[in-house]
């Protein structure tokens, strides 16, 4: 396997140019095209990517370390098909609608300014993660570990707390009228 270290890639389309699969460290990709390409058995570690295109890429034992996702666009990603071993990144001004990260132990993640419609968190272990200013609109959470997540200033997110982990999460208070809705209880 090829070893990169310290590279910073720019406005690569690897739908056209075929993705050197390897390990990648310390490198910085900046608006490169990922979206639907097969980029299996790659490792990343302590890398950037910014404005990239990941919609639908094949990402089979991808390993993600210390990673950050800023501005990216990544619709239907399976993030469940990802190596679980340490998977830990940070998504920042990032478009996640339609990804999976069913079964995930991604702890203490990070979500940014960070649209999360329809993302199917079921059986994820999101302990300690943080939700900020993020529309989750039909996200899914279902035996979902949720302690101590801050969901403070993130919207449009509801879940049946009967059915996850919800220990000391955090809630604004106008949340919370949506997350009672199934009990039919008057809050004022």
Do not use: W
Request: proline letters at 1%; glycine letters at 2%; aromatic letters at 14%.
């Amino acid at each position: 396997m090829q070893f990169y270290d310290t590279l910073t890639i720019e406005n690569k389309d690897y739908q056209e140019e075929k993705f050197p699969i390897g390990e990648y460290e310390n490198c910085t990709f900046n608006s490169c095209d990922f979206s639907t390409v097969d980029i299996s058995n790659t490792i990343f570690i302590d890398c950037f990517f910014t404005n990239c295109n990941f919609s639908a890429a094949i990402i089979n034992n991808v390993v993600f370390r210390t990673v950050k996702f800023t501005g990216c666009k990544m619709l239907g990603m399976n993030f469940q098909s990802a190596n679980q071993v340490g998977l830990d990144f940070s998504f920042h001004h990032c478009n996640l609608d339609h990804s999976l990260f069913t079964k995930c132990k991604i702890r203490s993640t990070t979500f940014a300014f960070t649209s999360i419609k329809q993302v199917d968190f079921s059986r994820a272990d999101l302990s300690s993660a943080v939700f900020n200013q993020c529309d989750l609109s039909e996200a899914v959470f279902d035996q979902t570990n949720l302690e101590k997540v801050s969901f403070t200033s993130s919207f449009n997110y509801t879940f049946n707390p009967d059915q996850n982990n919800v220990k000391n999460s955090k809630h604004s208070i106008h949340q919370l009228v949506r997350l009672f809705e199934k009990y039919k209880m008057i809050i004022e």
